[in-house]
């Protein structure tokens, strides 16, 4: 058996102790998850909390053949994602269309920038682009899979992602225009 396994069996024996390590393992991470699909920390600490109950009342349904950590990280983007459609202020912004798709015309524009700051520009896309976005990119869900998690079309899922990327591609163009032209102005 190992530590995971024992981990596990704790939590569901409802040993406290094993159930704050498992938090305390997982929080921060987890939490990062949250807020990849979120416009605050507060959001994200809400479906973190969410997250996290949920995983508690399933953790008998986990099976050791995978890792604890993405099963717990699936938990927590379905329920970033049921938080997104459950709340006002991300459905008036939560939108899906295929109209206006327009083609991604650079895929690699080449530039230098940290992963804070292309985190902070995915941030900046619209609810809809952003979550799509994120689904695809940084989770790995394919587009079919997105269609069904979001109640929409293959076809439209495919168009947010292309529409996120095109934004996404100039913003990081003119970020680096804007490095370029600052580096000169220093003396």
């Not at 986990?62 to 993405?70: C, D, N, T, Y």
Request: hydrophobic residues 35%; proline residues 3%.
């Amino acid at each position: 058996m190992t530590d995971t396994d024992k981990l596990v069996k704790d939590c569901i024996k409802g040993k406290r102790e094993a159930q704050k390590l498992l938090y305390e393992q997982y929080a921060e991470v987890m939490l990062a998850v949250c807020y990849r699909y979120t416009k605050s920390v507060t959001d994200a600490e809400d479906v973190l909390q969410e997250g996290f109950i949920k995983v508690f009342t399933h953790l008998h349904q986990f099976k050791s053949e995978g890792e604890l950590g993405a099963w717990i990280r699936r938990i927590m983007v379905n329920t970033a994602i049921n938080y997104l459609k459950k709340h006002r202020r991300y459905q008036t912004e939560l939108s899906f269309s295929d109209t206006g798709m327009h083609p991604v015309v650079d895929d690699n524009p080449e530039i230098r920038m940290t992963v804070k700051e292309l985190a902070d520009l995915i941030r900046q896309l619209p609810p809809g682009f952003q979550t799509i976005f994120n689904l695809h990119a940084v989770e790995g869900y394919t587009h079919v899979e997105i269609g069904q998690m979001l109640g929409i079309h293959e076809g439209t899922s495919r168009s947010q992602y292309a529409r996120a990327r095109a934004l996404l591609i100039s913003w990081i163009k003119k970020n680096d225009v804007d490095r370029k032209i600052e580096s000169y102005a220093r003396p």
